[in-house]
Nanobody
Framework: DVQLVESGGDSVQAGGSLRVSCSSS????????MGWFRQAPGKEREAVAV???????TYADSVKGRFTISKDNAKNTLYLQMNSLKPEDTAMYYC???????????????????WGQGTQVTVS
C-alpha cells in the first residue's frame, strides 16, 4: 500500500517562510508525478505545485516566485518551500502522487490517486 505522510505545517506571520515535507512508503519517487495541493475552508482543493519524475516542475500562478517544490528520491521525501507567505495561503496542504498523470493535466486534482492526510498552514 502507498502511504503519504505530510509534516511541517505551522502558524506563521505574513511574509514569513515555512517548509512542509511529505514522506512515503510504497511509492517510488523516481516514477510518476508528485505534487502539493491545498484546500481552504469552504473552497475546492487546488493545485499548488507538481514535480515530474524527470524533475520538471509546474506551479500555480498564485505561488510562482514564492514557492519551490523539490524531492529527494533517496529519502523518499517531497518538499514545498514557501516564502513570502500571505494570509490567502492559509489552507490544509496535501501531498499527492500518481504514476499515470496525463501530460498537460499535472495540476488537475483528479489525476492523482494517492493522497496524504494533510498538514495545516496558517498565515496571519
Amino acid at each position: 500500500d502507498v502511504q503519504l505522510v505530510e509534516s511541517g505545517g505551522d502558524s506563521v506571520q505574513a511574509g514569513g517562510s515555512l517548509r512542509v515535507s511529505c514522506s512515503s512508503s510504497g511509492y517510488s519517487y523516481s516514477s510518476g508525478c508528485m505534487g502539493w495541493f491545498r484546500q481552504a475552508p469552504g473552497k475546492e482543493r487546488e493545485a499548488v505545485a507538481v514535480i515530474d519524475s524527470d524533475g520538471s516542475t509546474t506551479y500555480a500562478d498564485s505561488v510562482k516566485g514564492r514557492f519551490t517544490i523539490s524531492k529527494d528520491n533517496a529519502k523518499n521525501t517531497l518538499y514545498l518551500q514557501m516564502n513570502s507567505l500571505k494570509p490567502e495561503d492559509t489552507a490544509m496542504y496535501y501531498c499527492a502522487a500518481d504514476y499515470w498523470v496525463v501530460a498537460g493535466r499535472r495540476l488537475v486534482v483528479l489525476e492523482y490517486n494517492y493522497w496524504g492526510q494533510g498538514t495545516q498552514v496558517t498565515v496571519s
